[in-house]
């Protein structure tokens, strides 16, 4: 049972744009989601999170918005620079284990 | 933050061989994990690694494929054994963080590919 899902597994933004990554979840005891980044040949690494009980959460460039009753957040990156490309993933706490979802390839071309 | 260290960075094998990878972590830490990252896969946890104790095993995952070693609380090795090509993968150990939010922090990964 997948309980974290992201639906696209690439996108690509022109520069300067808007880069929208989307997460769906299935569990709704989730106390708290996070998002990792992660550059070829590297670990992730971890880059914004949100509490569940909260609807918006912003740092710099990027903001991550929850949604719990459709159980979907997303991750914002505006404006959106050559330096964002990397797989993107979005992590929720399951048992003493975080769950990622597939991954999301964004590509921001010049 | 925790600074990770992972060797080899990547190796290619022949299928039947074993390979050893080995992480290093720049602080002491209770547990350490081991994932896994197919080609166009999400990260998979495959063991808990706790210093003094067997390995913690998840589902689809066994001791005899994946013998784990953590001799002591900054150190921790992952053997992938008896080789085939489906093991092909990026290899992942990661520690807990300290913080408000429980995140993980990650070494740089091992390549690995089976011939």
């Known amino acids: 049972d997948q309980q974290v899902k992201q639906n696209s597994p690439s996108l690509s933004v022109q520069e300067g744009r808007i880069s929208i990554l989307n997460c769906d979840y299935t569990?709704?005891?989730?106390?708290?989601f996070l998002w990792y980044k992660k550059y070829p040949a590297e670990g992730p690494t971890f880059l914004i999170s949100?509490?569940?009980?909260?609807d918006k959460n912003e740092d710099g460039r990027f903001t991550v918005f929850l949604n719990k009753s459709a159980k979907h957040l997303s991750l914002h990156i505006v404006p959106s620079q050559p330096g964002d490309s990397a797989v993107y993933f979005c992590?929720?706490?399951?048992?003493?284990?975080?769950?990622f979802g597939q991954g999301t390839r964004l590509t921001i071309n010049p | 933050s925790a600074v990770i260290s992972q060797k080899p960075s990547r190796d290619i094998c022949q299928r039947g061989t074993s390979l050893t990878i080995q992480c290093q972590v720049d602080?002491?830490?209770?547990?350490m994990f081991w994932y896994r990252q197919q080609p166009g896969q999400s990260l998979t946890l495959i063991a808990t690694?706790?210093?003094?104790?067997?390995?913690?095993?998840e589902s689809g995952f066994v001791i005899d494929k994946f013998p784990i070693s953590r001799p002591n609380l900054t150190f921790s090795t992952l053997t992938v054994s008896n080789m085939s090509p489906e093991d092909s993968s990026i290899y992942l150990c990661?520690?807990?963080?300290?913080?408000?939010?429980?995140?993980?922090?990650f070494g740089p990964g091992t390549r690995l590919l089976v011939l």
């Open positions: 990661s520690v807990n963080g300290q913080g408000v939010v429980e995140t993980q922090y």
């Open positions: 690694a706790n210093q003094g104790s067997e390995a913690t095993y």
């Open positions: 602080s002491q830490v209770t547990m």
């Open positions: 949100i509490s569940s009980i909260k």
């Open positions: 569990n709704s005891m989730f106390d708290y």
């Open positions: 992590a929720a706490p399951g048992a003493q284990k975080l769950v």
